[in-house]
T-cell receptor
Framework: QKEVEQDPGPLSVPEGAIVSLNCTYSNSAFQYFMWYRQYSRKGPELLMYTYSSGNKEDGRFTAQVDKSSKYISLFIRDSQPSDSATYLCAMSAVLSGGSNYKLTFGKGTLLTVNP | NAGVTQTPKFRILKIGQSMTLQCAQDMNHNYMYWYRQDPGMGLKLIYYSVGAGITDKGEVPNGYNVSRSTTEDFPLRLELAAPSQTSVYFC????????????FGPGTRLTVT
């Protein structure tokens, strides 16, 4: 089983739709969860950051973490054509000693929002 | 504050040639990383560094070398380019304190023919 699984899509939705993007993971030590957005021919940029379980909202974006199910989600409300991008989930464990240097990434989901 | 910068943006190499991909950051981050991204394959870690003078291998280090003589710079060296190294290369950095997110550069698109 891969450490992080993410459906690569592609996902195509009409403008204004609610989008749900998901990742599952196997390492129960993961505690920090991130979503990156990557536009075509650009570098990934951090979109959402959450620690442990729960929800975090930022404008039209909501990140959700369910550690009991090892499942994280990103919801986009009122999706816009400018949201068309690849979305990558990423996560990090906390090692004994309190630090870790690596992120484990999903392979990314390609989203297209059609006007 | 430019963040993470990478040069060149694009490069075409012939098989067997060598080149250095440059990466610099102005955020005083201790941790720096090199990834390659192939279509549908996500980001794969090549090398990383936790500070000047300290580097270590990631998942896919073969065919690459790195050095870290300053906090700001983390160049990636390809010694004998092979077609399998055709990819998009991203450099990233992270602060040793606080949150765990990495900041990425714009990438270098490399083709080896």
């Amino acid at each position: 089983q891969k450490e992080v699984e993410q459906d690569p899509g592609p996902l195509s939705v009409p403008e204004g739709a609610i989008v749900s993007l998901n990742c599952t993971y196997s390492n129960s030590a993961f505690q920090y969860f991130m979503w990156y957005r990557q536009y075509s021919r650009k570098g990934p940029e951090l979109l959402m950051y959450t620690y442990s379980s729960g929800n975090k909202e930022d404008g039209r974006f909501t990140a959700q973490v369910d550690k009991s199910s090892k499942y994280i989600s990103l919801f986009i409300r009122d999706s816009q054509p400018s949201d068309s991008a690849t979305y990558l989930c990423a996560m990090s464990a906390v090692l004994s000693g309190g630090s870790n240097y690596k992120l484990t990434f999903g392979k990314g989901t390609l989203l297209t929002v059609n006007p | 504050n430019a963040g993470v910068t990478q040069t060149p943006k694009f490069r075409i190499l012939k098989i067997g040639q060598s080149m250095t991909l440059q990466c610099a950051q102005d955020m005083n981050h201790n941790y720096m990383y090199w990834y390659r991204q192939d279509p549908g394959m996500g980001l794969k870690l090549i090398y990383y560094s936790v500070g000047a003078g300290i580097t270590d291998k990631g998942e896919v280090p073969n065919g690459y070398n790195v050095s870290r003589s300053t906090t700001e710079d983390f160049p990636l060296r390809l010694e004998l380019a092979a077609p399998s190294q055709t990819s998009v290369y991203f450099c990233a950095s992270r602060s040793v304190q606080g949150r765990y997110e990495q900041y990425f550069g714009p990438g270098t698109r490399l083709t080896v023919t």
